[in-house]
């Protein structure tokens, strides 16, 4: 890896550090008194979905390709790694071991999930898949509402809370960069030369099915990630929550902050997941709201907000230094 890659690495890390120090002063001193709890479930949340906006952007921006059935895949994590937990509480497991296998079970399962639902969809392109994607995140559903093991059509409740805002937030950033450093990859600009001309891609002999469901497989993982905290967060769950509504809602952050644009997808994700908080007292209007906005990104920044633009910290600090130099 290059010299001047490693240092923009730890610049960039730097600043999370002191991004997360002023998160926890503002979260530990009380300044936010009573409503300090209600602040940091809004933040917790935020950070699970930025995991499953920023996979998603892995199908739609990167590879090109709609998913509108991401929701079946965390839920498929969500409830894997709680039968996990569950089957683990009583066995002396330490907390973060367990969370960290919560994760890992999560993630997997979805994983398997992405392959087996990839390897026979992917051939199809377009609005077919999009359609396929749909399906299979309803077949997930109605199974998970016919299992015992999950609850069957009721609440499966009783999980061990692991998930907390200090532990998502690490998570969340652990799983940003392993997906920045894909699309960075080989493997990445692979995937970005098949989004650009299929066909050029497969005369060149680049085996295209390969790395179209190794992408999927990879967003998959990372939903089933996001399923583990949310699981372990909200501590009860229901099928239905994991509906196309929710699949649809991550898309629709997907393309306003701005499809290839991991910068876009983090803070889309963040402003969503405030927006509902913010506007509780119009909470049955919020797809509406959704879908003017949709419209109108769709209008105006047909790429959305940010496009493909990525913020980098020490590019700033490079700006800010040039810029110092001029005066």
Do not use: Q
């Amino acid at each position: 890896m290059p010299k001047k890659i490693k240092i923009n690495y730890v610049i960039n890390f730097i600043g999370l550090l002191l991004l997360f120090a002023a998160l926890y002063a503002l979260f530990e001193t009380g300044i936010f008194g009573t409503r300090t709890d209600y602040f940091k479930g809004i933040a917790t949340t935020a950070c699970y979905t930025i995991i499953m906006v920023t996979s998603l952007n892995l199908l739609v921006g990167i590879m090109g390709e709609f998913s509108l059935g991401h929701a079946g895949f965390m839920s498929v994590g969500a409830y894997a790694s709680a039968i996990l937990t569950n089957a683990l509480a009583e066995k002396g497991v330490p907390t973060f071991l367990l969370f960290l296998l919560a994760l890992l079970a999560g993630g997997i399962a979805a994983g398997i999930t992405g392959v087996l639902v990839g390897i026979p969809t992917l051939k199809l392109r377009g609005d077919y898949l999009a359609i396929v994607t749909v399906a299979f995140a309803e077949i997930i559903r109605v199974a998970f509402t016919n299992f015992e093991i999950t609850g069957g059509g009721r609440t499966m409740s009783g999980i061990t809370k692991l998930s907390n805002f200090y532990w998502a937030f690490w998570v969340m950033v652990v799983c940003v960069t392993i997906m920045y450093m894909f699309i960075r990859s080989r493997f990445g600009r692979t995937v970005k030369a098949i989004r650009e001309d299929y066909i050029a891609a497969a005369a060149s002999g680049v085996n295209v099915t390969f790395y179209k469901v190794m992408t999927f497989t990879v967003s998959a993982f990372f939903a089933g990630v996001a399923g583990a905290i949310y699981a372990h967060y909200m501590t009860a769950m229901i099928p239905t929550s994991f509906n196309f509504m929710y699949s649809a809602e991550f898309l629709t952050e997907v393309i306003i902050g701005g499809t290839g644009s991991m910068t876009g997808s983090i803070i889309g994700a963040t402003f969503l997941s405030a927006l509902p908080e913010a506007m509780r007292a119009f909470a049955k209007y919020r797809m509406l709201g959704y879908s003017v906005v949709l419209v109108l990104i769709m209008i105006f920044r047909p790429g959305g907000i940010f496009g493909r633009w990525e913020f980098s910290l020490s590019k700033v600090l490079r700006r800010i230094a040039g810029k110092g130099d001029k005066e």
